[in-house]
């Protein structure tokens, strides 16, 4: 199969998750929705997105099938839901519900290890049909080498079930953990047999930010199961990676295509051109823009299907058997 490791839906809707004010009044989530055409914050915004999104897959027959990432909130130490540090929470179960009445999403689940039932809870999404588990520590307030998170590695580790961190920089969301970005703390994961997706390949979101990209590279060449995701690598602040990641063979060897919807695509004019790259902004659906772009930067057959051998079935979800 041909699978977007790297797509989102938004939450409004108390059962479903939360955005926060902040959040929805920051430039980049403004820019977003206005993009998309969507004003509100309520219940139909939340089915006007699902639609969206829906739409959009159907929209891109280059692949067959899209992991929609649920985004868990943040926990205090002591593992209680922490409300003032959450902006973005996209529950479990409403990521379920979506693969369920869509055929071409598959889930993706998002599981806090400071939550004090992370272990049953990680469980349970397995069961569920989970085809990989995603983490933003940044974000989400944690650091992936902490001990805590190591019960998770072996529950992982056992079914298979590969995790998608985020690595590098983050501008969309506000930062809670800053020193989180470097790839290298994934190392403990690694250490106990999970397959480790680097969302972003470690690269930087600004120019204010450093890239992990040279870091990235050698833990590939380090560890067999070491992977990076190429979402939001055609905005213009990460096209710096592609350079490296296509040159280095191995590297070039382990990225997993991903887009991250709804973040806008801009094909790299820096390596296709001015004119190529115009061409392909002409293409209306973000998610096919970005294949198209992909495509022409020389990702080839392998790349395409690599996700599909990456992400095991789970027993529990009918949309992962196709």
């Given amino acids: 199969m041909r699978i977007d490791v790297h797509t989102h839906v938004s939450a409004f809707t108390p059962a479903h998750g939360l955005m926060s004010r902040h959040l929805l009044d920051s ?19 939340e089915r006007q997105i699902e639609q969206q999104l829906a739409d959009t897959i159907l929209g891109t027959p280059e692949l067959d099938a899209a992991v929609v990432l649920a985004f868990d ?19 479990n179960d409403y990521v379920i519900e979506l693969c369920r009445r869509h055929r071409k999403m598959l889930f993706g689940c998002s599981v806090n290890p400071y939550r ?25 307030g944690f650091d992936p080498s902490d001990p805590v998170c190591f019960p998770l590695y072996e529950v992982m580790a056992h079914h298979g079930l590969p995790l998608l961190s985020h690595t590098g920089g983050e501008q969309a969301l506000p930062v809670l953990s800053p020193q989180t970005a470097d790839p290298r703390l994934l190392v403990p994961a690694l250490q106990r047999g999970v397959t480790v997706i680097a969302a972003h390949c470690a690269t930087r979101s600004s120019p204010r930010e450093r890239t992990y990209i ?37 590297a070039r060897n382990r990225l997993v295509h991903g887009s991250d919807w709804p973040i806008i695509s801009i094909p790299p004019a820096s390596h296709l051109g001015t004119i190529e790259s115009l061409e392909l902004m002409c293409e209306p659906n973000w998610m096919r823009r970005d294949v198209l772009a992909k495509r022409r930067l020389g990702l080839g057959d392998e790349y395409w299907h690599r996700a599909g051998k990456l992400l095991v079935p789970q027993s529990g979800s009918a949309n992962a058997h196709g």
Avoid at 73 to 91: K, Q
Avoid at 121 to 130: D, F, S, V, Y
Wanted: net charge negative.
């Fill in 116 to 140: 004090k039932d992370a272990v049953q809870e990680l469980e349970r999404c397995i069961a569920a049909g989970a085809v990989l588990m995603k983490w933003l520590p940044l974000t989400q």
């Fill in 27 to 45: 430039l980049p989530f403004r820019f977003m929705r206005w993009c998309l055409g969507i004003r509100g914050a309520d219940e139909r915004t």
């Fill in 73 to 91: 909130a943040v926990y205090t130490d002591s593992g209680e839901f922490d409300p003032a540090n959450t902006h973005l929470h996209v529950t």
């Fill in 214 to 250: 040279r870091e990235f590279i050698a833990m590939t060449h380090a560890y067999e199961k070491f992977y990076g995701d190429t979402a939001a690598l055609n905005l213009p602040s990460r096209w710096h990676g592609w350079d490296a990641l296509l040159e280095d063979a191995i």
